[in-house]
Each structure stands twice: as structure tokens, then as C-alpha cells.
């Protein structure tokens, strides 16, 4: 029975591994695609992609586990049952449930993993991943000047370069725009030839400027219609630009925290029975404050003479008194039309406040959904895994085929089924069609 149970995990454990990690990589790859503009053309340094890359590979996990189990089951059960293995264990008096048990065992195990990693470390991994992809969109792209195009890259002025040296560092044709006075272009420098390079901690970077000329237009304060334009020429002349800007700042973690994937399933319970606590108080609050509006004094007098004024009103729709009513009969019917104009005014303000409460109620909802939605997700990966090993495994046995043909096919369309179900399920809640 060791022996059997020995072949069963080791046939199944490098399919797993195997399909988890072309799984991660697929996955991996479409994020890549998804963001490679953000990516590319800002410098960044190797330890921070290593570190984004590393943080998104983990957020693949809750899709590639369930593929790469689906997967492998087929494949082990598949060949079991392609090279006859299964026709003699099951000669030899054993059921398809007892040849299953430890890989079964290494499913559970594998279910009770799933929900560890789901509700105590990928929501950390959505923190450093979410942070991090946020402070790398944000940076601008890297100092990058090329010939004969406008660079406006460094935050208040415009560089024009019309020819760079193989080195790098020495240039011709030089136009250097001033905007920092956010006066428009009154300030201009250029230069026939000149150096450019960055200082040793890439803080600053440093031009120098060979036989040019600045120009520079000056508006006379006593007049703004008339601008004086000042020229002056220079031999070599020194310009320091601030690449600040060009560096990576990290934001505070702590602004990502609120975000509902970043909380585990303590911190969703205890969010959720704050807002549930505070979804019953207003829910208190309007059927007292219904009931207390309803039976004020002020508004109308519940005495019997008022209510069977208001039931002839009402009877009656208060018709308008004729020319020939007698004078005490047109003052009953003036208070009686008073009584319903009291009475739609009080019908029509309870009706703004139900509507009002009622749109509060349903934005107040929307939080407790997505919650909800949180903490169900910590436990789906894990019922994933053990209901798609079910379906796996028999499938193998069915099919008998094993090797990356046929179970791949299988596995794919099984997938996306499971896929396509779970999205539509996921967003009908969060609208409110399906509880």
C-alpha cells in the first residue's frame, strides 16, 4: 500500500508543478502586457522590477492553483488509465475512492494552504503590489534627449539639442528655454556647441554652454505694453537642472489599507459590524423619526372633529365654494380644503424622506457587498481546489489520456467555465442582482 501510495503522489506532484508554474507564467505574462507602457522608459532599477515582478507572480495564485490541480489530476488519472494501471488496481479488489485517498489527502492539504495564503499574505501582497505600481505610474520617464525634438520632460524649460557626439556628453546647437517665471517663452539660450552630463549622486545635471547668445524680453513695469528685449553673449556659460523630480517617491502604504483586497477576514468582520451597526441606527432613526412626524401636534390635531374633517375633505376632494354658498358654508369648505393641503403636505415630505433614505440606504450597501465579496473570496480558492480535484480526477479516468493533449483541452474548457461562472456571479453581486 506504501508503494502504491508512493507512485500516486509522485506521479501526481511534477504534473502539479509542472501546469502551476506554466500557469503563473501565462498569468504573469498578460500583467506584463497589461502595464508594459508604465513600465518602459523610466529607469527604473533592477531591485524594484525584481520586486513588482515578484509581487504580481504571487497575485497569480489564486487563478493558477486551481488550473494547475485541475490539470494535473487529469494528466495523473489519465495516464493511469492510458498504460492499463487503473484496470489492475481496480482487479485487484480496489476501488477508484482508495487509489484516489492520497492524493485526495494532498488536495485537502493543499485547500487548507489555498485559504492561508488567501486570508494572511496575499492581502499583504496586494499592499506592496498596489503601492508599488502606483508610485511607478506616477514617476515620469527617464531623462532622455534626443536630436533635433523638444524635450519638456524637466519641469520648467524645453531643450532643444541639434546634434549629439558618439560619447554622449558633447553636443551641438543648443536651445535651452527658461519657462520657470511661467511667463512664456521670454527667456531663450543658445549656444553653438556644449557639454552635458550628469553630477555623481544623478541629482542635477550639468550643461555647459559654448559661444551662444541669451536672449531675454523684459516687460517695463510702468508700461506692459512695451517689452524691451536684452542680448547678450557669452563665451561659456554653466546651466544646472533639478532631476528631483526624475526620482521614484515611495507613497505611504497606510493610504492603500482601505482598500477591501488588503484586509483579511478579522479585519473584513469587524468593518462590516461597524457599517452593519450603523446601517441598524439609521434604520432606528427613520422609524422613530417617521412616527414622531407622523403623530406631531403641530402639524394636525388627532381629535375627532379634525379626522372627520379630514375624511369629508378627502370624500368630497374639497370642491371650490360657489358664488351662492352661503358665507358659513364657504368657510367649512375653506377649512376642509386646508385640512388635505395639511395633510398631501405631510404625505409628500414622508415621501422625499423614504426616497432620500432609501438612496442612502442602497450607497450605504454597496461597502457591506464588497465586503462580503472579500470574505467569501478567502474561501473560494480554497473549495476551488478540492471541487475542481473531484472533477479532475474522474475526468482522468474517464478519458484515459494523459500527457499535455487531450487533458489540456479539457482542463482549458473546464477552466474557463469555472472562470466565466465565478466573474459573472462576482459582479452580479456587486450590482445587487444575486445576494
Known amino acids: 500500500m506504501r508503494t502504491l501510495h508512493r ?3 509522485t506521479s501526481y506532484i511534477g504534473p502539479f508543478l509542472m501546469t502551476f508554474f506554466i500557469a503563473v507564467f501565462v498569468l504573469f505574462m498578460q500583467f506584463l502586457w497589461k502595464y508594459v507602457d508604465d513600465l518602459i522608459g523610466k529607469g527604473l532599477e533592477t531591485q524594484t522590477l525584481a520586486k513588482l515582478f515578484f509581487y504580481a507572480s504571487l497575485t497569480t495564485f489564486p487563478l493558477a492553483l486551481p488550473l494547475a490541480i485541475l490539470l494535473s489530476s487529469l494528466m495523473t488519472f489519465g495516464s493511469l488509465g ?6 489492475a488496481l481496480k482487479s485487484a479488489g480496489m476501488s477508484l475512492q482508495k487509489i484516489m485517498m492520497p492524493l485526495i489527502i494532498m488536495a485537502f492539504l493543499t485547500s487548507v494552504s489555498a485559504f492561508v495564503f488567501a486570508n494572511n499574505i496575499l492581502p499583504f501582497v496586494n499592499l506592496k503590489m498596489k503601492s508599488l505600481l502606483y508610485d511607478i505610474e506616477q514617476k515620469k520617464p527617464a531623462l532622455n534627449i534626443k536630436e533635433g525634438v523638444f524635450y519638456n520632460g524637466i519641469e520648467g524649460y524645453t531643450i532643444r539639442i541639434e546634434k549629439k557626439d558618439p560619447d554622449g556628453i558633447s553636443c551641438k546647437g543648443i536651445m535651452i528655454y527658461d519657462q520657470t517665471q511661467n511667463v512664456g517663452n521670454n527667456k531663450v539660450s543658445i549656444a553653438e556647441s556644449g557639454k552635458m552630463a550628469m553630477t555623481a549622486d544623478k541629482q542635477y545635471l550639468s550643461v555647459v554652454l559654448y559661444n551662444g547668445i541669451n536672449y531675454e524680453e523684459v516687460v517695463d513695469p510702468k508700461n506692459e505694453t512695451k517689452h524691451t528685449l536684452i542680448r547678450s553673449k557669452f563665451k561659456e556659460q554653466s546651466v544646472l537642472f533639478d532631476l528631483s523630480g526624475f526620482k521614484m517617491v515611495r507613497t505611504d502604504e497606510g493610504l492603500f489599507k482601505s482598500s477591501y483586497a488588503m484586509l483579511d477576514i478579522s479585519q473584513i468582520n469587524n468593518i462590516t459590524d461597524s457599517l452593519q451597526t450603523e446601517k441598524e441606527k439609521q434604520i432606528s432613526g427613520f422609524r422613530n423619526n417617521f412616527m414622531e412626524m407622523m403623530s406631531e401636534d403641530r402639524i394636525l390635531k388627532p381629535t375627532a372633529h379634525a379626522m372627520d374633517s379630514l375624511h369629508e375633505a378627502i370624500a368630497s376632494f374639497a370642491p371650490a365654494p360657489a358664488e351662492n354658498t352661503p358665507v358659513e358654508k364657504q368657510a367649512d369648505i375653506t377649512k376642509r380644503t386646508q385640512v388635505v393641503d395639511m395633510a398631501l403636505n405631510i404625505v409628500r415630505s414622508k415621501q422625499y424622506y423614504i426616497e432620500s433614505l432609501i438612496s442612502q440606504m442602497d450607497s450605504d450597501s454597496r461597502p457591506l457587498i464588497s465586503l462580503s465579496v472579500e470574505w467569501h473570496k478567502k474561501f473560494t480558492l480554497s473549495f476551488a481546489c ?5 472533477v479532475g480526477a474522474p475526468l482522468g479516468a474517464i478519458i484515459r ?13 473546464i477552466f474557463v467555465l469555472f472562470f466565466i461562472i465565478g ?13
Open 401 to 413: 489520456k494523459g500527457g499535455l493533449g487531450m487533458p489540456v483541452v479539457v482542463s482549458v474548457v
Open 423 to 435: 466573474t459573472m456571479g462576482e459582479k452580479m453581486t456587486i450590482e445587487g442582482v444575486l445576494p
Open 386 to 390: 478540492l471541487i475542481l480535484f473531484f
Open 7 to 9: 507512485h500516486m503522489i
Open 82 to 87: 492510458e498504460h492499463f494501471e487503473l484496470v
